[in-house]
């Protein structure tokens, strides 16, 4: 029986949306994109700004910024591959509402992620305390750009 894919990602800038395209096309999976109920301005994303929205949730652990829409059918999934960009070294605060919103028992998790910077460092395994029940994680991987062979060869890994 083949498996049921959704590669699930949150981008602010665009750049995780397109890698996650790319990855769901790769696949053959299906693509939803963790869209934020208050949508992040430029502003909002400053990070030199102590006082800006993203610089506030990364400072609380606790904050868990609403998500617009939810997965239409998440119990129909064996797979899912989360992307998200690096935020402070680890995933933003959405990543962590979208965990904690839904029953992953039984699925394998995938996480990958974009940053400008640094690597996938602890965000993935940092991610696995939203998620109870019997999940299998897989070591998450930083992919930069929609890079067709790059993609498909982690894939081939992971899946």
Known sequence: MEKKVLVAVFSASGVTKKVGEAIARAAGADFYEIVPRERYTSADLDYMNKK??????MNDPSSRPEIADAVTDMASYDTVIVGFPIWWGIAPRI???FLE???FS???I???????????GRSDTALHKNVTGDVKWAKGCQINRP???EIRRWLDQVL
Do not use: H, L, M, W
């Not at 800006?52 to 949730?57: I, N």
């Open 106 to 108: 039984g699925k394998k």
């Open 95 to 97: 990543i962590e509402t």
């Open 101 to 103: 919103s839904y029953d």
């Open 52 to 57: 800006s929205r993203s610089s506030v949730e």
């Open 147 to 149: 890079n067709e062979a």
């Open 110 to 120: 995938i996480p990958f992620c974009t940053s400008g910077g640094s690597g996938v």
